[in-house]
């Protein structure tokens, strides 16, 4: 039942907070913001080579990351305008929400050291993963590909999502960049399986000998099923030979 659970979570996800910032759930366009500063949470497979890094370029990545995470397209579009704005004095209105705003992050800077770094580096790549996750592609049964290949799948995800009615966007923010990975993976390719495009991996196939011999092989190594001890095996007396 992975994917019909793993369903469930993504469209109702339990709140994470990273460095005291309440996360939103991951989207197209947060993806594409740390792939366009080369983010090494985006361009590492692994966790371990995010922990490989120096204090400071951990410290660096994850405050961008979290603060990304943490707004909607809107937010960020106008947290960037403010803080980068050059307002006039006659502009009251945008000096005193850029003044409020610049608090906010003095405030917030002032927070960060309280925080147990590696700690919240786990939290934010579990955060991710999740936000990243969607169905599994069966193994094809021929040489004819039915996966779709060449085009970056971000952009395959949006051109999904902008087809949507604007009440479904609304459902998760004002951009149809707001829209989750997760949600637009499992729909996307759920109907391109509807049209005999893709093959996804099914929930009730039927596992194989080989297969449950290998999870119960991990599951006895990790310790997670344990084995009865085996009697040790005497050996027979040899027989008298027959005396011809």
Known sequence: MRHQLDFADSLRRQPVAVLGLLMRPYSIGMELELLRVRSPFVTSQKFD???????????EILIFAADVCSQSEAERAQSKKLLEGRFHWWDLRNKSRQFRLEKVWEKWNESIPKFVWTTELEKFWSYLCAGKTGPEFAKPESDTPTTPVGAPEMAMLLHYVRSLPKARLDEWGASELDFPIAVARYEYYTLLESQGKVSLKSDFAAQTLSDFAEEMDAKVASGEVKLPDIAAVQEKPEEAKCQV
């Open 49 to 59: 080579e995010i922990s490989e890094l120096s204090p400071a370029k951990r410290l």
